[in-house]
């Protein structure tokens, strides 16, 4: 069984940055298309960032595009969200996410999840 923990959240003023860990246990990270996703206070659970297996695509939603960047290590079998020029409508509770082979943006399409790190960027 897959199992995912993230860390690196916190407080940061607005344009600082935050870098999030992502760290898999159980399979091979290799294995597996992997995303972040973010839960802002009182709204849905919302796509942020996805990598392929091999690392060679990224995507974004519009709102991060420019300020994050998402990257993995498969023999350290971690991924990483580097977040920048922070902004306080970035505050939410950041998830990873895990699911086989092919690109999705839809959280039901993930089947494994870690228990997510707090971001919270302050005005």
């Known amino acids: 069984q897959l199992q995912l923990v993230e860390s690196g959240g916190g407080l940061v003023q607005a344009g600082g940055s935050l870098r999030l860990s992502c760290a898999a246990s159980?399979?091979?990270?290799?294995?597996?298309?992997m995303g972040w996703f973010r839960q802002p206070p009182g709204k849905e659970r919302e796509f942020v960032a996805a990598?392929?297996?091999?690392?060679?695509?990224?995507y974004y939603t519009d709102s991060v595009k420019g300020r994050f960047t998402i990257s993995r290590d498969n023999a350290k079998n971690t991924v990483y969200l580097q977040m920048n020029s922070l902004k306080p409508e970035d505050t939410a509770i950041y998830y990873c996410?895990?699911?086989?082979?092919?690109?999705?943006?839809?959280?039901?399409?993930?089947?494994?999840w870690g228990q997510g790190t707090q971001v919270t960027v302050s005005s």
């Open positions: 996410a895990a699911r086989p082979l092919w690109y999705s943006k839809s959280r039901h399409d993930y089947g494994y």
């Open positions: 159980g399979r091979t990270l290799s294995n597996y298309f």
């Open positions: 990598i392929s297996l091999s690392g060679g695509n990224t």
